[in-house]
């Protein structure tokens, strides 16, 4: 799975993990200090907080299979297509009862899989660069497109 880019599971549901959040507080940071946010960033989980996943097809689908661990908040977002923090959305599957939940395994492979972490990775070693760079120059703000990992 590409981060901001549109992923359908073998069931139909299709998704997108966001770096939108994230990018935004970049764009406030370089209009000003650097955020605490972006300071306390010290590995790859610690993004996890900044990501969300927009359902953008099957919604109802995964509300009804996964009805018990969906909140009333995150279930109205799911149906508008709107941001689901991370997070949340993970608390969605518990991997002991996700052997034959479709949508559990496969999000949980997902999450796991090398290249996932390595997309991570990325945005860790971009975001560490912007941080050392004091004068925020323009440039170095537009290298941070996460999109292009």
Wanted: hydrophobic share 40%; with cysteine; aromatic share 8%.
């Amino acid at each position: 799975m590409a981060l901001d880019k549109i992923y359908t599971l073998q069931t139909g549901v299709s998704l997108k993990v966001s770096t939108d959040t994230l990018q935004d507080l970049i764009v406030r940071d370089s209009n000003e200090k650097i955020l605490p946010e972006l300071g306390n960033i010290r590995c790859t989980s610690d993004l996890h907080d900044f990501l969300t996943v927009v359902v953008l097809k099957g919604a109802n689908g995964l509300i009804t299979r996964r009805q018990q661990w969906i909140s009333k908040k995150n279930k109205a977002n799911l149906i508008a297509a709107r941001p689901v923090p991370f997070q949340d959305f993970c608390l969605f599957f518990w991997r002991n009862l996700d052997e034959t939940d479709p949508d559990g395994d496969e999000w949980n492979r997902i999450i796991a899989a090398d290249s996932f972490n390595q997309q991570l990775s990325m945005i860790l070693h971009k975001l560490r660069a912007a941080v050392r760079n004091e004068n925020h120059e323009p440039a170095m703000i537009e290298n941070l497109n996460f999109g292009s990992i």
